[in-house]
């Protein structure tokens, strides 16, 4: 079983919807849990991070997370071209290890 | 603030020949890790290192490969009598002290094994 699971899509959305990603982790010890962006041939860009259960907005953004159920989300709002990219969801436990997802690739379709 | 760098950004071995992979951290980060991405993978850890120590290596080959974060100059990834599979792209991400998790990812090296 993978530490951090993700729906490798690819999830396509026409422009001004809303996106929403998934992901599930597997180590109950997890306590921090991020969202990259990665547009293709480029390195991951820190998005948003997440640590209480419950939602956090920035932006067109808002993660999720729900530790009851191993699950963290990313909502984009008014979606845009410029965010059609593959999201990395990430999640960090207390020592040392930090998993990541093999990613989901979004579309916005103008 | 300049971002981390890592240097070469493309980087061509035949089979049996070494690579270095070179990243400097952002100004104020002492914590450096090593991702290997492969095409349609998500990045897998291969270490993690501070000034001088090798923190966490679980990631890591045991063998061939190796890193080391001296006290002066970049973070090196070494891969010794490279073969094809370990044609991948290498991200180097670094971390300021504060915020360990908080990881901020250069625009990686991209190892080609003919």
């Known amino acids: 079983q993978k530490e951090v699971e993700q729906n490798s899509g690819p999830l396509s959305v026409p422009e001004g919807a809303i996106a929403s990603l998934n992901c599930t982790y597997s180590?109950?010890?997890?306590?921090?849990f991020f969202w990259y962006r990665q547009y293709s041939g480029k390195s991951p860009e820190l998005i948003m991070s997440?640590?209480?259960?419950g939602d956090k907005e920035d932006g067109r953004f808002t993660a999720q997370l729900n530790k009851a159920s191993q699950y963290v989300s990313l909502l984009i709002r008014d979606s845009q071209p410029s965010d059609s990219a593959t999201y990395l969801c990430a999640a960090a436990n207390t020592g040392n290890q930090f998993y990541f997802g093999t990613g989901t690739s979004l579309t916005v379709i103008p | 603030n300049a971002g981390v760098m890592q240097n070469p950004r493309h980087l061509v071995r035949r089979r049996g020949q070494e690579a270095r992979l070179r990243c400097s951290p952002m100004?104020?980060?002492?914590?450096v890790y090593w991702y290997r991405q492969l095409p349609e993978e998500g990045l897998k850890f291969m270490v993690y290192l501070q000034k001088e120590n090798i923190i966490d290596e679980s990631g890591m080959p045991k063998e061939r490969f190796s890193a080391e974060f001296p006290k002066e100059g970049p973070s090196i990834l070494r891969i010794q009598q490279v073969v094809r599979g370990d044609s991948a792209a290498y991200f180097c991400a670094s971390s300021p002290p504060s915020s360990r998790e908080t990881q901020y990812f250069g625009p990686g090296t991209r190892l080609l094994v003919l």
């Open positions: 100004k104020g980060h002492s914590h």
């Open positions: 180590d109950r010890g997890s306590q921090s």
């Open positions: 997440i640590y209480s259960n």
